[in-house]
């Protein structure tokens, strides 16, 4: 019995995708681009190798779907976007080597970029709140971005530990005498010195 294409109809969930019919019964769903790549055409006769491979194109074209959903709320870094996709991967018990394409191909299309997602970090992590930098490197570090790209980020920003500790010394000093914020601060990661001193200096002006 021939495996022929018997109809192509326009996903109601997902217009973008196209759901293909083989031998009257519903077998795969594929983007339009793919589509178009792989000449699917209602009538085409197909072999066994080639709806393995159009299924196979299928998992593919949803996960990187998801992926390229995911990274367009926000900027993600690479190692988030990979450990992302292995916990897919896992739950549906997919081809691992689709991990490294979709990375490839999000990076190619410029959805992936280690640099500006730390420049997007660096100027939006509790900017009212306030953050020590050496905290702002350890986070972005957790997140696989290179030491040297933190480095320029960081070097470029206009963020700075004297404005910083400013911040949180005016939403905590109500609260904290001087040797508790000290202290609090000095766990946020800033330096004794520059904490001391405006600890001191607020102190003066109560």
């Known amino acids: 019995m021939d495996i022929r294409i018997t109809d192509l109809k326009q996903g109601v969930r997902n217009p973008d995708r196209v759901n293909v019919y083989v031998n009257d019964k519903f077998s795969f769903s594929l983007d ?7 000449k699917i055409k209602k009538g085409l006769v197909i072999s066994e190798e080639q709806l393995e491979e159009f299924k196979k194109a299928s998992e593919f074209g949803k996960l990187y779907q998801r992926a390229l959903e995911w990274v367009l709320v926000r900027p993600r870094s690479i190692k988030e976007t990979r450990d992302y996709l292995c916990k897919k991967i896992f739950e549906k018990k997919l081809d691992k080597n689709y991990i490294d394409r979709i990375i490839e191909k999000l990076q190619s299309k410029k959805y992936l970029d280690d640099e500006r997602f730390a420049e997007y970090y660096v100027e939006n992590r509790f900017v009212k709140k ?18 040297d790209i933190i480095d320029e980020v960081l070097a470029n920003s206009d963020r700075n530990d004297e404005e910083e500790i400013a911040k949180i010394i005016a939403k905590k000093r ?6 508790k914020l000290t202290a609090y601060l000095l766990r946020q990661g800033f330096l004794y010195d520059s904490v001391r001193e405006q600890v001191l200096r607020s102190s003066e002006t109560d």
């Open 174 to 179: 109500a609260k904290y005498d001087d040797e």
């Open 32 to 38: 339009v681009s793919q589509v178009v790549d792989f």
């Open 130 to 147: 306030g953050v020590s930098l050496k905290r702002l490197r350890m986070e972005l570090m957790k997140k696989g971005v290179s030491k």
